[in-house]
């Protein structure tokens, strides 16, 4: 796939859309010693925080990729085209726990240009991210009662806002 470095400032997605309906792959650990772990995420944003631009992203503690979020300082999202909807599929319904859902998927790991965590060959969109913030869903702190029903299991999500270090995409993704 051929990415070139896009700075935060010209970034182009859609808000909602890259999130809801086309999903990114999270991954986080360490490309180097090969300990890291992949899963398809749907709730997020991009945005600024203390004058940085970041990303944030929510992680169920029982996720296997919650222990390498709690490991690691780094984490990449990467956004994939359409022709992966299965791999996507495959990352967010099997756990790295028991298989190599990463190879299963067809996604060939690569090292990240700032951070050990890495991105995939075949990503259309690769945002490089230092962990900087994390916070716990407290249910007391849902406004709108319907909320708690996402959370059956009682497995509030854990809040992680990444400081963005690199971006590298194909020209779609880019206003100029
Ligand atoms: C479209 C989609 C979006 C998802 N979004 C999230 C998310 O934002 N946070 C989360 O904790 N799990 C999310 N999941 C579930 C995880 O991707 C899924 O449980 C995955 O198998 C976890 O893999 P792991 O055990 O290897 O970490 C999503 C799944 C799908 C299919």
Request: positive net charge; glycine residues 10%; charged residues 30%.
């Given at each position: 796939m051929k990415r070139k470095p896009i700075p935060f400032s010209e970034?182009?997605?859609q808000a909602h859309t890259i999130w809801s309906r086309q999903w990114l792959v999270l991954t986080c650990g360490d490309f180097v010693s090969s300990k890291f772990n992949?899963?398809?995420v749907g709730w997020g944003s991009f945005g600024t925080m203390w004058n940085v631009p970041m990303a944030q992203v929510v992680v169920r503690p029982t996720r296997y990729t919650y222990q390498f979020m709690e490991?690691?300082?780094t984490f990449t999202l990467c956004a994939?085209?359409?022709?992966?909807?299965?791999s996507l599929k495959i990352l967010g319904s099997c756990s790295g726990r028991d298989?190599?859902?990463?190879s299963e998927a067809g996604l060939t790991p690569i090292p990240s240009s700032k951070v050990a965590a890495p991105?995939?060959?075949?990503?259309q969109l690769i945002v490089e991210l230092k962990k900087i913030y994390?916070?716990?869903?407290?249910?007391?702190?849902?406004?709108?009662p319907s909320i708690e029903k996402q959370y059956p299991l009682k497995d509030y999500?854990?809040?992680y806002f990444g400081e963005v270090l690199a971006i590298s995409g194909t020209e779609s993704y880019s206003i100029i």
């Open positions: 970034l182009l997605i992949s899963m398809t490991q690691y300082g994939l085209g359409k022709k992966y909807r299965d298989r190599d859902k990463i991105g995939f060959a075949q990503a994390w916070d716990d869903f407290k249910p007391g702190h849902f406004l709108d999500h854990r809040m």
